[in-house]
């Protein structure tokens, strides 16, 4: 289904590499956001940007790095700086002043 | 610093008992509010915003800002209700920097 789609929808990670998780959207939505989900924690944000070539750090950036290239896409690097990876990963998008759509995910697990 | 407490982390009830979760929040702006739901194997969905005033499903919140809640309430749980339910705040006027809660898991039992 078309909205917004994340690849991989599993993604195995070794100790002390950089991985990227992909995330498309063909909404025209201008603000896209990076989540990770824990069991018992919610969905707590990473990164998110409002226009192409800007986004700010959410409350635990650290360990990550985005990039805004292209308005349709938001890829979310996880880096070796991360000390604890494995996650579910919710990407997200919306136009200002209304409702977030999410993917379906993206579960990374460190091997 | 914005907060959103779901205090429940588990909700289970009968089918065609009320259902209400609950949802409180900490924030010292204009709040914009939303429960979203998730539903086995598929993604996470916007039920309500406070703005819209709508009944979605039979669900219903009201915020009340003198008590900073925005409690979700059902008066008939359906077994197709059960899922995980995420209440949050938007602090920037929508989705903008969304806020959300841990989480209530509501199980309707036949």
């Known amino acids: 289904d078309g909205g917004i789609t994340q690849s991989p929808k599993y993604l195995f990670r070794k100790e002390g590499q950089n991985v990227t998780l992909s995330c498309e959207q063909n909404?025209?939505?201008?603000?896209m956001y990076w989540y990770r989900q824990d069991p018992g924690q919610g969905l707590r944000l990473i990164y998110y940007?409002?226009?192409?070539?800007?986004?700010q750090k959410g409350d635990i950036a650290e360990g990550y790095s985005v990039s805004r290239e292209k308005k349709e896409s938001f890829p979310l690097t996880v880096t070796s700086a991360q000390k604890n990876p494995t996650a579910f990963y919710l990407c997200?998008?919306?136009?200002?002043?209304?409702?977030?759509?999410f993917g379906q995910g993206t579960r990374l697990t460190v091997v | 610093a914005q907060r959103v407490t779901q205090p429940e982390k588990l909700l289970s009830v009968f089918k065609g008992a009320p259902v209400e979760l609950k949802c409180n929040y900490s924030?010292?702006?204009?709040?914009?509010l939303f429960w979203y739901v998730q539903y086995s194997r598929q993604r996470l969905q916007l039920l309500l915003r406070?703005?819209s005033r709508e009944s979605i499903k039979g669900f219903t919140a009201d915020l009340n800002k003198g008590e900073t809640s925005f409690h979700l309430k059902k008066p008939f749980a359906q077994e197709e209700d059960s899922a995980m339910y995420y209440c949050?705040?938007?602090?920037?006027?929508?989705?903008?920097?969304?806020?959300f809660g841990k989480g209530t898991k509501l199980t309707v039992n036949p």
């Open positions: 909404l025209n939505h201008d603000a």
């Open positions: 997200a998008s919306s136009k200002m002043n209304t409702e977030a759509f």
């Open positions: 924030y010292s702006g204009s709040p914009e």
């Open positions: 406070h703005i």
């Open positions: 940007s409002q226009i192409v070539n800007d986004f």
């Open positions: 949050a705040l938007g602090t920037q006027g929508g989705s903008e920097k969304l806020v």
